[in-house]
């Protein structure tokens, strides 16, 4: 009888302890109650990815270039912009290092999304390298640290150009093939500021905003094309480069 109350006891401070340590995991995730449900118990589609064509944008750095390599793990075939062409090489590079993917499975194509001239020709160069594009990654952007009071207005028309009208600028030659083809995704990695605000980042919030504005309007002008998907993606603070590299008071700086 003792022995079986000692079990009972045992097992009921383990199933206490198991739920006291996913109580703190779930504390300190970095995601929701759904998302950690379906990264323990829900289907892992990304076998699906082996063989898709993924245009990753700002794949130089940050969340861009380790996407990138997880994608090349997953067999994806993959097109890599960024405005620096030595940056993805190393990207390339790595990637080749790390999966079975061959040189011809991956294109570096340099990119900049302020010159939106340059954009449906770019989509093109991947069309003709591979045949198709199966998901845009809308990466590329830029942050911001500087008090609007001492801003000049000038930096808020480049950060609107470059998060907000070179995305939805490449977005849409992107999409024309899409709809030619009547599947794909769209996801474009927003932020959690385009839900919220933060001090000293009042126009990377605003393009952030935009962003979610439009690709959440885009998503109910696209009903008759069920297999395209729009999505977006707000995550919060990553430790990358992006601090080096934001906009400050003046475009000088």
Request: glycine letters at 8%; charged letters at 20%; proline letters at 2%.
């Amino acid at each position: 009888m003792a022995w079986g109350c000692a079990l009972c006891l045992a097992l009921a401070g383990g199933a206490l302890l198991a739920l006291l340590v996913q109580l703190l995991r779930w504390l300190r995730a970095d995601g929701d109650l759904t998302l950690l449900w379906a990264e323990r118990w829900g289907k892992k589609p990304e076998h699906e990815l082996r063989g898709k064509v993924v245009w990753v944008t700002g794949a130089s750095s940050g969340i861009g270039e380790e996407l990138s390599y997880q994608l090349a793990k997953l067999g994806a075939l993959l097109a890599i912009s960024a405005r620096r062409e030595d940056e993805l090489q190393r990207v390339k590079k790595k990637c080749l290092q790390i999966s079975n993917l061959t040189e011809n499975d991956i294109l570096v194509l340099r990119l900049d999304l302020t010159d939106r001239s340059s954009h449906e020709a770019a989509t093109n160069s991947v069309l003709k390298h591979f045949g198709k594009i199966d998901v845009l990654v809308n990466n590329g952007g830029r942050s911001q640290r500087s008090l609007f009071v001492d801003t000049n207005l000038d930096v808020y028309n480049a950060i609107i150009e470059l998060n907000y009208l070179g995305t939805i600028s490449l977005t849409k030659y992107v999409l024309n093939h899409m709809i030619q083809r009547k599947k794909g995704k769209i996801v474009t990695v927003s932020s959690v500021m385009g839900i919220m605000g933060a001090p000293l980042a009042t126009g990377y919030c605003a393009s952030k905003h935009a962003l979610q504005g439009f690709f959440n309007s885009l998503r109910t002008e696209l009903t008759d094309y069920p297999e395209i998907s729009v999505i977006q993606i707000c995550p919060g603070p990553v430790q990358s480069q992006i601090i080096q590299n934001v906009f400050t008071e003046n475009l000088a700086k």
